[in-house]
Protein backbone atom coordinates (compact mmCIF):
# COMPACT_ATOMS: atom_id res chain seq x y z
CA UNK A 1 0.00 0.00 0.00
CA UNK A 2 1.04 3.55 -0.80
CA UNK A 3 1.48 5.40 2.72
CA UNK A 4 2.23 8.48 1.35
CA UNK A 5 -1.40 9.06 0.60
CA UNK A 6 -2.54 8.51 4.25
CA UNK A 7 -3.15 11.83 5.95
CA UNK A 8 -0.43 12.84 8.65
CA UNK A 9 -1.82 11.57 11.71
CA UNK A 10 -2.67 8.36 10.48
CA UNK A 11 1.00 7.72 9.36
CA UNK A 12 2.05 8.63 12.13
CA UNK A 13 -0.01 6.56 14.16
CA UNK A 14 0.83 3.81 12.24
CA UNK A 15 4.20 3.58 12.44
CA UNK A 16 3.97 5.01 16.40
CA UNK A 17 1.49 1.94 16.89
CA UNK A 18 4.56 -0.50 14.98
CA UNK A 19 7.38 0.27 16.53
CA UNK A 20 6.16 1.04 20.21
CA UNK A 21 3.16 -0.50 20.44
CA UNK A 22 4.04 -2.96 23.52
CA UNK A 23 5.53 0.08 25.06
CA UNK A 24 2.95 1.94 26.40
CA UNK A 25 1.85 5.59 25.94
CA UNK A 26 5.87 6.65 27.72
CA UNK A 27 6.97 4.92 24.91
CA UNK A 28 4.66 5.80 21.84
CA UNK A 29 5.32 8.96 23.25
CA UNK A 30 9.03 9.26 23.50
CA UNK A 31 8.88 7.50 18.82
CA UNK A 32 6.89 10.51 18.41
CA UNK A 33 9.24 12.77 19.76
CA UNK A 34 11.87 11.15 17.67
CA UNK A 35 9.94 11.77 15.03
CA UNK A 36 9.50 15.18 15.81
CA UNK A 37 12.99 16.02 16.51
CA UNK A 38 13.71 14.60 13.24
CA UNK A 39 11.36 16.28 11.57
CA UNK A 40 13.02 19.88 12.63
CA UNK A 41 15.84 18.68 10.98
CA UNK A 42 13.90 17.50 7.31
CA UNK A 43 16.89 18.23 5.28
CA UNK A 44 19.20 16.14 7.38
CA UNK A 45 16.92 13.27 8.17
CA UNK A 46 14.10 13.08 5.47
CA UNK A 47 13.43 12.05 1.90
CA UNK A 48 14.05 15.03 -0.22
CA UNK A 49 12.08 13.37 -3.34
CA UNK A 50 9.24 12.90 -0.46
CA UNK A 51 9.86 16.58 1.02
CA UNK A 52 9.97 18.12 -2.37
CA UNK A 53 6.05 16.71 -3.04
CA UNK A 54 4.40 16.92 -0.29
CA UNK A 55 6.21 19.54 2.05
CA UNK A 56 5.36 17.51 5.05
CA UNK A 57 8.44 16.96 7.13
CA UNK A 58 6.74 14.04 9.03
CA UNK A 59 6.19 12.21 5.88
CA UNK A 60 9.51 12.72 4.63
CA UNK A 61 11.22 11.36 7.86
CA UNK A 62 8.72 8.16 8.48
CA UNK A 63 8.78 7.16 4.48
CA UNK A 64 12.75 7.47 4.21
CA UNK A 65 13.85 4.02 3.36
CA UNK A 66 15.16 1.76 6.50
CA UNK A 67 14.74 4.47 8.86
CA UNK A 68 11.96 2.86 10.59
CA UNK A 69 12.12 -1.32 11.24
CA UNK A 70 8.16 -1.62 11.36
CA UNK A 71 8.20 0.03 7.79
CA UNK A 72 11.03 -2.21 6.26
CA UNK A 73 9.19 -3.55 3.07
CA UNK A 74 8.39 -7.54 2.94
CA UNK A 75 8.67 -7.74 6.53
CA UNK A 76 5.63 -9.26 8.95
CA UNK A 77 5.24 -5.34 10.60
CA UNK A 78 4.87 -4.16 7.43
CA UNK A 79 2.62 -6.42 6.14
CA UNK A 80 0.17 -5.52 9.45
CA UNK A 81 0.93 -1.91 9.15
CA UNK A 82 -0.34 -1.98 5.01
CA UNK A 83 -3.70 -4.28 6.63
CA UNK A 84 -4.38 -1.37 9.45
CA UNK A 85 -3.81 0.95 6.66
CA UNK A 86 -6.50 0.17 4.32
CA UNK A 87 -9.33 -0.05 7.34
CA UNK A 88 -7.83 2.40 9.54
CA UNK A 89 -11.24 3.92 10.45
CA UNK A 90 -12.55 0.34 11.59
CA UNK A 91 -9.23 -0.90 13.17
CA UNK A 92 -8.68 2.33 15.63
CA UNK A 93 -12.21 1.90 17.29
CA UNK A 94 -11.52 -1.88 18.21
CA UNK A 95 -7.57 -2.08 18.87
CA UNK A 96 -6.83 0.47 21.72
CA UNK A 97 -3.25 0.60 21.27
CA UNK A 98 -3.85 2.34 17.87
CA UNK A 99 -6.23 4.09 19.24
CA UNK A 100 -3.49 5.57 21.96
CA UNK A 101 -1.29 6.00 19.29
CA UNK A 102 -3.56 7.91 16.86
CA UNK A 103 -4.54 10.40 19.94
CA UNK A 104 -1.19 10.61 20.60
CA UNK A 105 -0.03 11.81 17.01
CA UNK A 106 -3.23 14.38 16.97
CA UNK A 107 -1.25 15.72 19.91
CA UNK A 108 1.78 16.07 18.48
CA UNK A 109 0.22 17.69 15.61
CA UNK A 110 -0.87 20.29 17.60
CA UNK A 111 2.17 20.83 19.64
CA UNK A 112 0.68 19.81 22.82
CA UNK A 113 2.49 16.28 23.54
CA UNK A 114 4.88 16.57 26.13
CA UNK A 115 8.33 15.78 25.68
CA UNK A 116 9.59 12.95 26.95
CA UNK A 117 13.06 12.65 25.51
CA UNK A 118 14.50 15.76 25.08
CA UNK A 119 16.63 16.26 21.81
CA UNK A 120 16.76 12.25 21.06
CA UNK A 121 16.92 11.69 17.33
CA UNK A 122 18.28 7.81 17.57
CA UNK A 123 16.94 5.11 19.57
CA UNK A 124 16.98 0.98 19.13
CA UNK A 125 16.00 -2.00 20.86
CA UNK A 126 17.55 -3.15 24.25
CA UNK A 127 18.19 -6.70 22.52
CA UNK A 128 20.11 -5.39 19.79
CA UNK A 129 23.54 -3.41 19.30
CA UNK A 130 23.61 -1.23 16.37
CA UNK A 131 26.81 -0.30 15.10
CA UNK A 132 26.30 3.22 15.62
CA UNK A 133 25.54 3.80 18.80
CA UNK A 134 28.66 4.46 19.54
CA UNK A 135 28.81 7.68 17.68
CA UNK A 136 25.96 9.26 19.87
CA UNK A 137 24.90 10.38 23.32
CA UNK A 138 22.69 7.86 25.16
CA UNK A 139 20.19 10.04 26.55
CA UNK A 140 18.44 7.23 28.47
CA UNK A 141 15.49 4.19 28.01
CA UNK A 142 11.97 4.27 28.12
CA UNK A 143 10.59 0.59 28.39
CA UNK A 144 12.72 -1.79 25.82
CA UNK A 145 13.72 1.58 24.31
CA UNK A 146 17.32 3.16 24.22
CA UNK A 147 17.02 6.88 22.99
CA UNK A 148 20.46 9.18 22.01
CA UNK A 149 21.19 12.25 21.19
CA UNK A 150 23.69 14.19 18.49
CA UNK A 151 24.54 16.74 21.43
CA UNK A 152 26.03 15.60 25.17
CA UNK A 153 23.35 15.69 28.29
CA UNK A 154 20.66 17.39 25.57
CA UNK A 155 18.46 14.89 25.68
CA UNK A 156 18.36 15.56 29.63
CA UNK A 157 19.06 18.95 30.30
CA UNK A 158 16.13 20.23 27.39
CA UNK A 159 13.21 18.93 28.57
CA UNK A 160 14.38 19.84 32.36
CA UNK A 161 14.35 16.15 33.43
CA UNK A 162 15.90 12.68 32.92
CA UNK A 163 14.29 9.72 32.73
CA UNK A 164 14.28 8.95 36.22
CA UNK A 165 11.86 12.40 36.77
CA UNK A 166 15.05 13.77 38.22
CA UNK A 167 16.71 17.46 37.00
CA UNK A 168 19.93 17.06 37.34
CA UNK A 169 20.76 21.13 37.36
CA UNK A 170 18.46 21.44 39.63
CA UNK A 171 20.02 18.65 42.00
CA UNK A 172 23.32 20.56 41.28
CA UNK A 173 21.73 24.17 42.36
CA UNK A 174 20.30 22.77 45.24
CA UNK A 175 23.15 21.02 46.79
CA UNK A 176 25.28 23.93 46.24
CA UNK A 177 22.59 25.92 48.07
CA UNK A 178 22.08 23.41 50.81
CA UNK A 179 26.12 23.75 51.24
CA UNK A 180 26.29 27.49 51.92
CA UNK A 181 23.66 27.58 54.56
CA UNK A 182 25.06 24.33 56.14
CA UNK A 183 29.37 26.12 56.29
CA UNK A 184 27.34 29.69 57.33
CA UNK A 185 25.32 27.82 60.37
CA UNK A 186 28.79 25.84 61.32
CA UNK A 187 31.64 27.80 59.82
CA UNK A 188 34.07 25.93 62.27
CA UNK A 189 33.44 22.69 60.32
CA UNK A 190 35.22 24.99 56.75
CA UNK A 191 38.22 25.26 58.73
CA UNK A 192 38.28 21.58 60.19
CA UNK A 193 38.01 19.85 57.30
CA UNK A 194 40.52 22.37 55.47
CA UNK A 195 43.00 21.54 57.83
CA UNK A 196 42.59 17.96 58.00
CA UNK A 197 45.06 16.47 55.51
CA UNK A 198 44.45 12.73 56.78
CA UNK A 199 41.49 9.82 56.39
CA UNK A 200 41.03 8.34 59.35
CA UNK A 201 40.66 4.58 58.04
CA UNK A 202 39.69 3.06 60.88
CA UNK A 203 36.47 5.02 61.22
CA UNK A 204 35.59 4.05 57.28
CA UNK A 205 33.18 1.26 57.11
CA UNK A 206 34.51 -2.39 56.26
CA UNK A 207 33.46 -3.72 52.86
CA UNK A 208 31.40 -6.50 52.43
Known amino acids: MNLLNLPTAKLLALVTYGEAK ?9 VLNVIKNRAREVDKYGDSGIY ?4 DPYKAVILKPMQ ?4 NLNTPSRDMIDRIAQNFEGEVNINSYLSDAYRLSIL ?13 TYYHADYVLPSWMSAFFRVGSIGRHIFYSTASTAGLL ?3 KSFAGINPTAVMIIGSFLA ?9 RKSTRLNSSHTDISRMPSSA
Open 22 to 30: SEGISGMTA
Open 52 to 55: MLTK
Open 68 to 71: FSAL
Open 108 to 120: LLKNQLRNNIGSA
Open 158 to 160: ETG
Open 180 to 188: VIYLRIFPD
